[in-house]
């Protein structure tokens, strides 16, 4: 039994061998015509799993002719990137590393900041990947030094060559002559939504339920549908189901169903989008009514990923339960929902005199002085003054929120405003 997946050995070794993504490596690709004229240059990949980040990124090094070296950022550390960074001192490094960082996202500030200075003298030539938005996960620096290119989910045409290059490669392998129709194995590629690793791994399980003592026999639609493909797939309405899955248990104060959600959505091996969905309910229904929640929240979700998975699900249903249990308040959200909603019909033009940042009045000015007053020269460091513009004196976004927390301040400002 061979212990390599079977996506992996039969990882193609040129452009024209790889599916998909015809406008970055097909006949007249970007990407291919730039690698062809030997135009060298730092490049991010970023899409879906499974569509051909890493393939591509071995194909370029290749022709590239330079030293090539990889890390996953899910579990490489500063140290294993400045080993590699430390090869461009000897003879072996001195044209150049091409660098692949799998997982870029993975990487915090520091572990890409290192990389810098080499990719600025050309030292280090980098394709990094992620299947995030780069501009949420990858430092300004690194974007403003490298070209960006979008890998799109493989279409089901696509992938059928893929598939069919696979099962002649398990019936070379087994000595056997099992057969699937274009209809067949183009139905097992619409399945996996783009994800040319998971469709030969379903074409995989698929042979061995089917394979019968070297007899000629058939995968079959019905064969395929056997497989549970959706358990821990990439299915884009089901992922976001779950997200809303887990933010709605916890908003409802139910701990078991919130871990329930993030067991699955860990299961399916997406880690950031629950680790952002997390900060995003400590802030809007937990809010106010336990300010600490979102500090701790967030040290879970560092924790979790610095560790990255599987360990990054202790943490991260540590920050679970603690929401679900935590008390609730929606105050502040629905006050920047209401002063949001006032801005875009218009309303709220113009500044209060007394709060502008005025450093010289000018002839025109009709009212001179800003006649400001420091709330920290009054008792209890407070004075009553214009706060918002004109045309929303006396309206109230925020209220206060009928938990603990914000009735102990309500109480404290109450009070201290009626005193003199």
Same mark, same amino acid.
């Given at each position: 039994?061979?212990?390599?997946?079977?996506?992996?050995?039969?990882?193609?070794?040129?452009?024209?061998?790889?599916?998909?993504?015809?406008?970055?490596?097909?006949?007249?690709?970007?990407?291919?015509?730039?690698?062809?004229?030997?135009?060298?240059?730092?490049?991010?990949?970023?899409?879906? /799993?499974?569509?051909?980040?890493?393939?591509?990124?071995?194909? $370029?090094?290749?022709?590239?002719?330079?030293?090539?070296?990889?890390?996953?950022?899910?579990?490489?550390?500063?140290?294993?990137?400045?080993?590699?960074?430390?090869?461009?001192?000897?003879?072996?490094?001195?044209?150049?590393?091409?660098?692949?960082?799998?997982?870029?996202?993975?990487?915090?500030?520091?572990?890409?900041?290192?990389?810098?200075?080499?990719?600025?003298?050309?030292?280090?030539?980098?394709?990094?990947?992620?299947?995030?938005?780069?501009?949420?996960? $990858?430092?300004?620096?690194?974007?403003?030094?490298?070209?960006?290119?979008?890998?799109?989910?493989?279409?089901?045409?696509?992938?059928?060559?893929?598939?069919?290059?696979?099962?002649?490669?398990?019936?070379?392998?087994?000595?056997?002559?099992?057969?699937?129709?274009?209809?067949?194995?183009?139905?097992?590629?619409?399945?996996?939504?783009?994800?040319?690793?998971?469709?030969?791994?379903?074409?995989?399980?698929?042979?061995?339920?089917?394979?019968?003592?070297?007899?000629?026999?058939?995968?079959?639609?019905?064969?395929?549908?056997?497989?549970?493909?959706?358990?821990?797939?990439?299915?884009?309405?089901?992922?976001?189901?779950?997200?809303?899955?887990?933010?709605?248990?916890?908003?409802?104060?139910?701990?078991?169903?919130?871990?329930?959600?993030?067991?699955?959505?860990?299961?399916?091996?997406?880690?950031?989008?629950?680790?952002?969905?997390?900060?995003?309910?400590?802030?809007?229904? $937990?809010?106010?009514?336990?300010?600490?929640?979102?500090?701790?929240?967030?040290?879970?979700?560092?924790?979790?990923?610095?560790?990255?998975?599987?360990?990054?699900?202790? /943490?991260?249903?540590?920050?679970?339960?603690?929401?679900?249990?935590?008390?609730?308040?929606?105050?502040?959200?629905?006050? $920047?929902?209401?002063?949001?909603?006032?801005?875009?019909?218009?309303?709220?033009?113009?500044?209060?005199?007394?709060?502008?940042?005025?450093?010289?009045?000018?002839?025109?000015?009709?009212?001179?002085?800003?006649n400001y007053l420091y709330p920290h020269d009054f008792p209890n460091h407070w004075v009553a003054q214009q706060y918002l513009p004109d045309d929303l004196i006396g309206t109230r976004y925020y209220h206060y929120g009928d938990n603990k927390t914000e009735?102990?301040?309500?109480?404290?400002?109450?009070?201290?405003?009626?005193?003199?």
């Amino acid at each position: 039994m061979r212990n390599e997946q079977l996506a992996d050995l039969l990882r193609p070794t040129t452009f024209d061998d790889l599916v998909g993504q015809a406008h970055l490596f097909g006949a007249r690709g970007v990407v291919r015509r730039m690698v062809e004229s030997g135009r060298g240059t730092n490049m991010i990949f970023f899409g879906p /799993p499974g569509t051909g980040k890493t393939t591509a990124a071995t194909i $370029i090094a290749k022709q590239s002719g330079m030293v090539f070296r990889r890390l996953n950022c899910t579990s490489a550390s500063l140290s294993d990137v400045k080993a590699i960074l430390a090869e461009t001192a000897n003879v072996f490094g001195a044209g150049g590393i091409l660098l692949y960082l799998d997982e870029i996202q993975y990487f915090n500030r520091k572990q890409q900041q290192s990389l810098l200075e080499y990719m600025e003298d050309g030292r280090v030539t980098l394709i990094a990947s992620t299947t995030e938005n780069p501009h949420f996960y $990858i430092y300004n620096a690194i974007i403003s030094r490298s070209s960006l290119f979008e890998f799109k989910p493989v279409t089901a045409a696509e992938m059928v060559p893929a598939l069919s290059r696979a099962l002649a490669a398990l019936n070379r392998e087994k000595n056997t002559d099992v057969v699937a129709s274009d209809e067949t194995l183009t139905y097992l590629a619409s399945l996996v939504r783009g994800d040319v690793r998971r469709g030969i791994g379903l074409l995989e399980n698929a042979y061995y339920a089917v394979e019968n003592g070297g007899e000629r026999c058939e995968i079959s639609r019905e064969s395929v549908d056997s497989f549970d493909v959706k358990t821990g797939s990439f299915n884009e309405d089901a992922h976001y189901d779950l997200l809303s899955c887990l933010q709605k248990s916890i908003r409802g104060s139910d701990p078991d169903a919130a871990v329930h959600y993030l067991g699955r959505l860990l299961e399916a091996g997406d880690l950031l989008s629950p680790c952002r969905r997390l900060l995003v309910i400590a802030a809007e229904d $937990i809010g106010l009514a336990y300010p600490q929640a979102i500090v701790i929240v967030k040290a879970c979700v560092d924790a979790a990923v610095q560790l990255g998975l599987p360990e990054a699900r202790i /943490p991260l249903a540590e920050a679970a339960v603690l929401l679900a249990t935590a008390p609730k308040s929606n105050a502040s959200y629905m006050a $920047i929902n209401a002063a949001m909603a006032d801005i875009q019909k218009g309303r709220g033009q113009g500044f209060p005199r007394c709060l502008q940042n005025v450093h010289y009045d000018s002839a025109e000015v009709e009212q001179k002085g800003q006649n400001y007053l420091y709330p920290h020269d009054f008792p209890n460091h407070w004075v009553a003054q214009q706060y918002l513009p004109d045309d929303l004196i006396g309206t109230r976004y925020y209220h206060y929120g009928d938990n603990k927390t914000e009735q102990a301040a309500r109480t404290y400002w109450e009070t201290r405003k009626k005193e003199k």
